[in-house]
């Protein structure tokens, strides 16, 4: 086995960690093979490149694209160009749609009563916003305890503080990620449910499948491998770390087989 991370969130967008510390921890635990993949920006890459290359560990320039289709249909990106300004102008666009939603979560919060201001969040992230940095708020308030908390009762759907995802569909999160010359995978397909077809998005362009991810069970991870092989996606695997405090702390890599890993190492 060998162990790989390519799915790792830094304070960039909704981590907690500067990124030279997340690439510093990824490659103190033997990760073999790693990608920074923050939301809808490649701001953190520069830093965590440079501390990979300390450890010799290689790192691809990745990112994560949060779609509208649910907020579950995220599309990961591995070795886009990240000085390509067509994704930089693109990303930037999906950035705003972003401040735009949490401006109308935090309207809806104040609306029933949940005290919040657009300054409690301000300067939580440095670059991309999203629900986790209204969470962090709550959380400074002494409304919540911790980040699961302010999802449950306030950010999901059915909740007073929900609002639905604004991002680009799965089509054009493809695309954008395919035409910076990267490889577009599937996130986190064994917790997206019901309804998940896996053939539509590979007829969308879409080549890789997340079937290693820690949530997935032995018999998730085996069925998602061979959706991976009817529609010949790239298994790709990652621990989805977002850092301490962030009700997300998994990193260590992920194990996967040496053959998986040769694969991996090969179209990327
Ligand atoms: P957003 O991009 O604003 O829709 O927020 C989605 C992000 O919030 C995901 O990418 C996760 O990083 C994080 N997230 C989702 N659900 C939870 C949860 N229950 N607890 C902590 N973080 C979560
Ligand atoms: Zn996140
Ligand atoms: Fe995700
Ligand atoms: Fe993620």
Redesign the pocket.
Known sequence: MRSIDLHT?SYY??GTLRPSEVARRAAAQGVELYALTD?DTLAGFEEARAEAEKHKMPILAGL?I?TSES?LV?ILGYGVDPSSRELLKTLEDFRSR?AK??EMILERLRKSGVPIEKEDVDGVSRHS???????DALVKRGVVQ???E???RY??RGKPGYVE?M?PGPEEAIRVIAEAGGLPSLAHPGIIGNGLDVGRYAGLGLRGLEVYYPSHSGPTTQRLLGSAKKFSLLATGGS?H?GPA???EDIGGIQVPDEVFDRIREAL
């Open positions: 969130h967008s909704d939301h994560e949060n907020d995220h972003r939603r949490l916003l999203g629900r986790p940095h209204v969470a911790n980040r699961q302010a999802f449950q950010l999901v995802p991002g989805d977002h962030s009700g997300r």
